[in-house]
């Protein structure tokens, strides 16, 4: 190695050290600042823990200090976002079934064929917990593939008033699991793992009353600033194959329905192909809806 890799080795070192302590510094004062909101905040969070919604062991206090569910929100709207969760599914859903939801997930569907078995789980997000309070997960033959991120939030968004609404902080495939996948998809009529896990998002808003669900921009995502173009763009299409439309907020709004079939610029073979995969989804979700009832509502004995 030259003496010049050396030194600017040790530069950029010395720069990303100076870069993480202008962060932590950044943090300190926040929390400073808002010192009583935190510590309201951490009581409340302590109740919860306590009926065992959330395990406080893992839980991170503090991560509404920086980057969480999506860029646009400040502290108090994340520190809002993260307690207002919480509230929503307690009133809704039985303690017994939200401590299985903690402590070894939920199972909310499943198929099987003769030679493999998918099903959904929900669980406590400890994979991604800046995306979102909830994780979803898509798995294929006991493994998991795919992962969904979600909150349900009481929280306004600007441009819109603060009902209840579900936010869907990242969506993302399990490495090497591109096989999987495929195969998941080919059971289930083409409809892949991933879009799968958002009509379970939305299936899940509705047993417990939500009636919106938002897709995080590219742009606002908490990992925009080092992600790459790839995947902002990925992002973003995954949103719109769903039926999302942009909002000026730098929101997708998830509609009811994902394709435009009556669009008069596309073939009329085209929109039948479109009206079978969007009749498809839509006896999916409805499917996925009453299992979600049934797991989330009706099972807590």
Not at 74 to 80: I, V
Not at 87 to 115: A, C, F, M, Q, Y
Not at 258 to 282: G, N, T, W, Y
Request: proline fraction near 2%; charged fraction near 20%.
């Amino acid at each position: 190695m030259s003496k010049g890799s050396t030194v600017t080795g040790s530069i950029q070192k010395r720069n990303r050290g100076v870069a993480n302590l202008i962060q932590r510094t950044k943090k300190t004062v926040s929390l400073l600042k808002s010192f009583p909101a935190h510590v309201s905040y951490m009581e409340e969070l302590e109740f919860y823990g306590h009926l065992g919604l959330i395990d406080l062991k893992r839980f991170n206090n503090f991560k509404y200090l920086g980057r969480y569910l999506s860029r646009s929100f400040d502290s108090a709207q994340k520190r809002e976002a993260i307690l207002s969760h919480y509230r929503l599914v307690s009133r809704v859903i039985p303690n017994k079934i939200l401590n299985r939801i903690v402590s070894t997930g939920l199972v909310i569907w499943h198929i099987t064929s003769d030679e493999c078995h998918c099903n959904i789980t929900l669980h406590s997000n400890v994979i991604s917990p800046l995306e979102g309070e909830w994780q979803i997960s898509f798995y294929f033959n006991g493994t998991a593939v795919y992962h969904l991120s979600l909150s349900f939030c009481r929280l306004g968004i600007r441009g819109h008033t603060s009902n209840a609404r579900c936010i869907i902080g990242g969506v993302q495939g399990v490495y090497q699991s591109q096989d999987a996948i495929r195969h998941a998809a080919k059971l289930n009529s083409d409809i892949s793992p991933a879009t799968i896990l958002i009509l379970a998002a939305r299936a899940i808003a509705s047993v417990i009353g939500v009636e919106t669900v938002y897709g995080v921009s590219s742009s606002q995502h908490v990992s925009s600033s080092y992600a790459g173009d790839r995947m902002k763009t990925q992002y973003n299409d995954l949103w719109t194959s769903n039926g999302g439309q942009l909002l000026p907020n730098e929101f997708y709004l998830i509609l009811s329905q994902s394709d435009d079939i009556h669009s008069q610029s596309v073939s009329s073979a085209h929109r039948r192909r479109k009206e079978r995969r969007r009749k498809l989804r839509s006896s999916l979700l409805e499917q996925i809806t009453d299992c979600s009832r049934d797991a989330l509502l009706n099972n807590a004995d």
